[in-house]
């Protein structure tokens, strides 16, 4: 059964203050490993997919990387409009062509101004 | 023009009713799911389907069924509501190939209460 550990669950950062949200996962052949966004009230929204390890994506001040067993989320000079709960999800081989995603419970950032 | 549009919003009901929630993605994807996300805000997987194919059916109990009229649409359907069914339910779409293969996009949820 594919799992996701993620850590910590909640963090408060002064703006401008950098830090890295870690995903540990046990996947059955690894189809992906994702991250969300998630803001109150709304759905999750997509931020990057990373498909092997060593794979590094980028996105405005957010940088996710992947190795076998984690996945990092790099924060670098973070703004209040940053605070959102983030999460991690994988996608495995599991169940014959099964295409759900596993979700971690997230981590909820809150940046300070 | 939203993506993934589910509706209602908010859905107030009494235990033992039956209710429907409708998705509707116009992304042109060829799966369609539906989770559910519970008090603690953990998400999980509940069905998808793929070119009208249920594929997928985590332990979920038989008094939630998805019904899909075409490929843009996923409702899912619950009987006897019970009150450990409250929660917000999610439906996402992704495409099979190309680029953006396997990328799930989420719709806004169903926050679902059940008195």
């Known amino acids: 059964e594919d799992q996701v550990t993620q850590s910590p669950e909640a963090l408060r950062l002064q703006e401008g203050e950098s830090s890295s949200l870690n995903c540990s996962y046990t996947v059955s052949g690894l189809r992906g490993l994702f991250w969300y966004r998630q803001d109150p009230g709304k759905g999750p929204e997509f931020l990057f997919t990373l498909y092997s390890a060593g794979e590094e994506k980028e996105k405005e001040r957010l940088k996710a990387t992947l190795t076998k067993k984690e996945s990092f989320l790099h924060i670098t000079a973070p703004k209040p409009e940053d605070s959102a709960t983030y999460l991690c999800?994988?996608?495995?081989?599991?169940?014959?062509?099964?295409?759900?995603?596993?979700f971690g419970k997230g981590t909820h950032l809150i940046i300070q101004p | 023009d939203t993506a993934v549009s589910q509706t209602p919003k908010y859905l107030v009901t009494q235990m033992g009713n039956d209710k429907s929630i409708k998705c509707e993605q116009n992304?042109?994807?060829?799966?369609m799911y539906w989770y559910k996300q519970d008090s603690k805000k953990f998400l999980k997987i509940m069905f998808s389907?793929?070119?009208?194919?249920?594929?997928i059916n985590e332990t979920v109990p038989n008094r939630f069924s998805p019904k899909s009229p075409d490929k843009a649409h996923l409702n899912l359907h619950i009987n006897s509501l019970e009150l450990g069914d409250s929660a917000v339910y999610f439906c996402?779409?992704?495409?099979?190939?190309?680029?953006?293969?396997?990328?799930?996009?989420f719709g806004a949820g169903t926050r679902l209460s059940v008195l």
């Open positions: 996402a779409s992704s495409p099979r190939g190309g680029r953006s293969k396997n990328i799930q996009y």
């Open positions: 389907y793929n070119n009208k194919e249920l594929i």
């Open positions: 992304l042109g994807h060829d799966t």
């Open positions: 999800a994988v996608q495995g081989d599991s169940g014959g062509g099964a295409d759900g995603l596993t």
